[in-house]
Structures are given as structure tokens and as C-alpha cells.
């Protein structure tokens, strides 16, 4: 995928497997690319830009899954949880010897929570058959996080996920830098090439080292691109 903005000469590519940093060092030109990005409005943004995948123009709408904040990663994100969801499903649907036991602990569970309503006066019945996903959803179904784990084993269990939800859309993080330490970065650009996800990360503060699988566009304080 290339990302081309109309006021750079040089376009930007993404892809699987190489995170792309775009690392824009003027405060303001930063804060521009990066509100037009984020508004998804493509040629009509602040700063025109569009998405190019095989020669052939790609709608900014869906194409990006925005990481606002890294200390908030959006774990119940529909378009990933739902694809895991449809996989989990799908295997439910090739094992019968698996779909059969968890339809009896269904109406196990079922059964009991009924007795529940014996010194009721009323009849009550469950009103829809079992489903998967619902049932998934009422659990709470998820990654399992914890609060004091670490920022980069947060990021990879997130990376994850994306494998998992075979994730198409460019995962945008905004001074991902500032957060992890030079051997944390190796780590994340490991497992970012290990599941071939789309990066895109966008940073505005200087940075002259060069990483194994990363791809680095820079345009400095006098807006010299290279």
C-alpha cells in the first residue's frame, strides 16, 4: 500500500511485515498530517492525501485502525473480535464431537438456571436458541489483559489479536517512540514482522537510529524529505 500526500514529493509505503514511520519533525506540519489521517476524509482533508493499493486508489475509510492511546489499546474493537468470533464458529462448525458437547452443557445450564424460577408464580422459558456468539458476548469474551503488565507485552499480545482477527486494515500509532526503550522497539518490529501487520507510526520527535525491518520516511525542521 502507498500512502501519498499532495504536498510531499516522496510517497510512503506500507507493508505486512515492516513498520513504516513516518517521522515528521515540525511540530505543526506534524500535527496537520496527523489530524488529516485521523479524519479519514482522504483528498478532502487539511492535507489532501490518498491510498493507493495495486495501482488502483483504495477508500481512507476502513483502511485504518487508529491507536489513539497506547496505554488504551482498543481490545473490543468490533472489526477484530468479531473476525475471531466467526473463526471460533467456523471450528465449532467442522467439530461435531465438540458442537455436540456444548449444546448438552447448554441445556445443562439451562436447566438449572430454571430451577431457579420454581417458587415463581408464572411459567418462563428462554426465548432464542443458543448461539455462539452470544454466548461468547455474555461471558465477555476477550483478551485477557492484565493492568500491570508491561507496555511492549501489551503492544505484541494486541499484535495478536490482529493475527488472530486476520486484520487487514494499517494499525496507526501516534509516538510509539517515546513509550519503549531501543530493545522494546526490536521486540515489537520482531513480532510485527512475525505476523505481517500493517504499521504505520507516525513520530515527531528526532530520531537517527535505523532498526532491522523498519522503513523510515523523514522530513526535518526545514521540510527536507529523505
Not at 58 to 77: A, M, Q, T, Y
Request: proline share 2%; hydrophobic share 40%.
Amino acid at each position: 500500500m502507498k500512502l501519498v500526500f499532495e504536498g510531499l514529493e516522496q510517497a510512503l509505503e506500507i507493508d505486512s511485515g515492516f513498520p513504516s514511520v513516518f517521522q515528521v519533525e515540525n511540530q505543526a506540519l506534524f500535527s496537520r498530517l496527523a489530524g488529516s489521517l485521523v479524519s479519514q476524509e482522504g483528498r478532502y482533508a487539511k492535507e489532501a492525501y490518498s491510498l493507493w493499493e495495486n495501482e488502483e486508489e483504495v477508500s481512507p475509510k476502513g483502511s485504518f485502525l487508529f491507536v489513539p492511546d497506547v496505554f488504551n489499546l482498543p481490545w473490543d474493537d468490533r472489526s477484530l473480535l468479531s473476525e475471531v468470533v466467526k473463526r471460533i464458529e467456523k471450528d465449532l462448525v467442522d467439530d461435531e464431537d465438540m458442537r455436540a458437547n456444548l449444546e448438552k452443557a447448554e441445556q445443562v445450564f439451562a436447566s438449572r438456571l430454571m430451577e431457579l424460577s420454581g417458587g415463581l408464580s408464572a411459567d418462563y422459558a428462554f426465548g432464542i436458541e443458543w448461539d455462539l456468539s452470544k454466548c461468547l458476548k455474555m461471558l465477555g469474551f476477550g483478551v485477557d489483559t492484565m493492568p500491570e503488565e508491561k507496555l511492549i507485552d501489551s503492544l505484541i499480545s494486541f499484535l495478536s489479536l490482529a493475527l488472530d482477527a486476520k486484520c487487514s486494515k494499517v494499525l496507526l500509532f501516534v509516538n510509539l517512540k517515546t513509550f519503549l526503550t531501543k530493545n522494546e522497539l526490536k521486540r515489537l518490529y520482531e513480532h510485527i514482522f512475525y505476523t505481517k501487520t500493517k504499521v504505520l507510526m507516525l513520530e515527531n520527535k528526532h530520531d537517527a537510529e535505523s532498526y532491522q525491518y523498519e522503513r523510515k520516511q523523514v522530513i526535518d525542521l526545514d521540510f527536507l524529505e529523505y
